[in-house]
Structure formats: structure tokens, C-alpha cells
């Protein structure tokens, strides 16, 4: 059974430029979950999804950031004209459900650096 | 708003040491209590689940422990060894509302375990 997979493991961008990270949840999750680490830093919820739908994203920056969890395939963080201040590691969490004793299953994360 | 406190930042070892990492909330209103272990460049692992009615866990050599009223956790390294060596991580999870499943995290210790 594969882990939380995400891809690219390293995205270099200009500023300006579109940001796509992707991740695919564990085999049987329905739920994601995205956090970001900037440097030095602990990491920051950042938008919750379950398939189709947005539950929580009061951790993600109103402009420029959408996330979404499709029917079919993996979730995609986009982060559109990006900045320096976006330069951080992005990781995908999933899980099965939200019962207390279901832990979250972390990815290898993104390092994103903006140029 | 929940704040997640871990000390010491940094803390370096030789070889065979019993250890003490703590950790500190500031909202006892929790679900559960989790330490994870992040090596460099890598994901998170989780190590440890603590549910908000329990007082410890073990798992090997590690122990952790729950004092939810005081907002306190602790996690102890038996016999450390050279392969411990990583970040660690506490993460707390609200107890209900809109923010059901987010994690909140500490910025970690980062131990290094000598020969």
C-alpha cells in the first residue's frame, strides 16, 4: 500500500509564474489536508478537503492560493503569480476519516523556491 | 487560538542517554495529542497518538506522556542511538467545530544523538 504521494518533490519558479503541487492521498483516504512550513518555522494548516468538496480552508491565504480535491484523480494546490514569501515546503496529509483515533499520513512534501 | 510550545529548540547528545522532550499548549480543549519525527528533507512519520483521555503511550523505546489540564506532553527517548537523530514534532488537534481534523504545530526539537 503506497503512502501519501506528492509531486514534484522540487519546484523552482520565478516570481509571477503558476505553482501546481499535487497529491495523491493514500489508497481508501478521502480526506486532505495541506500544510505549509516556511523556513525555520512549524507547520501551518493550511486548507482541509474531502473529494468535491472544501470543508476548512480558513489557513490559506485569500488571494492567490486555491485548492481542490476532485472526483477523480489527485488534490492540486495552485498557487498563482507567485513571490518570494511563497518559497517554503508544502506537504499533503490524508486520512480516512476524522474520528479521533485516525492519525494523518504525511507525504514527502514539495519544496517550492521562488526565483 | 491554539499555540504549541516545544522545548528545548535544539538539544544534542551522546550516544545511550535517556532524554526529555516537552511540549506545551495553550488550549486544553484538545482530541488528541500526536509527536512525530521529520528527518531532513523528508515527510513527517508519526510516532506517538495520545487521545485526550488517555495519559501515555508507548511504543519501544519512546514514552509520551498527556497532562491535558496543565497543557503539558512529554516525550521520552529511552537508550538513544545515532539513528534517533531528526526533528520532533508535537501537534495537537482541537476538540470540535470548524476546525475539526486540523493539526496544530510546535516549530520542534532537533536532536542530534552522538557516538
Known amino acids: 500500500n503506497a503512502g501519501v504521494m506528492q509531486n514534484p518533490r522540487h519546484l523552482v519558479r520565478r516570481r509571477g509564474q503558476e505553482a501546481r503541487l499535487r497529491c495523491s492521498p493514500m489508497k481508501g483516504h478521502s480526506h486532505v489536508y495541506w500544510y505549509r512550513q516556511l523556513p525555520e518555522e512549524g507547520l501551518k494548516f493550511m486548507v482541509y478537503l474531502q473529494k468535491e468538496n472544501i470543508i476548512d480552508e480558513s489557513g490559506m491565504p485569500k488571494e492567490r492560493f486555491s485548492a481542490e480535491f476532485p472526483k477523480e484523480g489527485p488534490s492540486i494546490l495552485r498557487i498563482q503569480q507567485v513571490v518570494r514569501g511563497d518559497s517554503a515546503a508544502y506537504f499533503c496529509?490524508?486520512?480516512?476519516?476524522?474520528?479521533?483515533?485516525?492519525?494523518?499520513?504525511f507525504g514527502p512534501g514539495t519544496r517550492l523556491l521562488v526565483l | 487560538k491554539q499555540e504549541v510550545t516545544q522545548i528545548p529548540a535544539a538539544l544534542s547528545v551522546p550516544e545511550g542517554e535517556n532524554l526529555v522532550l516537552n511540549c506545551s499548549f495553550t488550549d486544553s480543549a484538545i482530541y488528541n495529542l500526536q509527536w512525530f519525527r521529520q528527518d531532513p528533507g523528508k515527510g513527517l512519520t508519526s510516532l506517538l497518538l495520545?487521545?485526550?483521555?488517555?495519559r501515555e503511550q508507548t511504543s519501544g523505546r519512546l514514552n509520551a506522556s498527556l497532562d491535558k489540564s496543565s497543557g503539558r506532553s512529554t516525550l521520552y527517548i529511552a537508550a538513544s542511538q545515532p539513528g534517533d537523530s531528526a526533528t520532533y514534532l508535537c501537534a495537537v488537534r482541537p476538540w470540535r467545530g470548524s476546525t475539526l481534523g486540523r493539526l496544530y504545530f510546535g516549530r520542534g526539537t532537533q536532536l542530534t544523538v552522538w557516538p
Open positions: 496529509a490524508s486520512s480516512r476519516g476524522t474520528s479521533g483515533r485516525q492519525t494523518q499520513y
Open positions: 495520545i487521545q485526550s483521555s488517555q
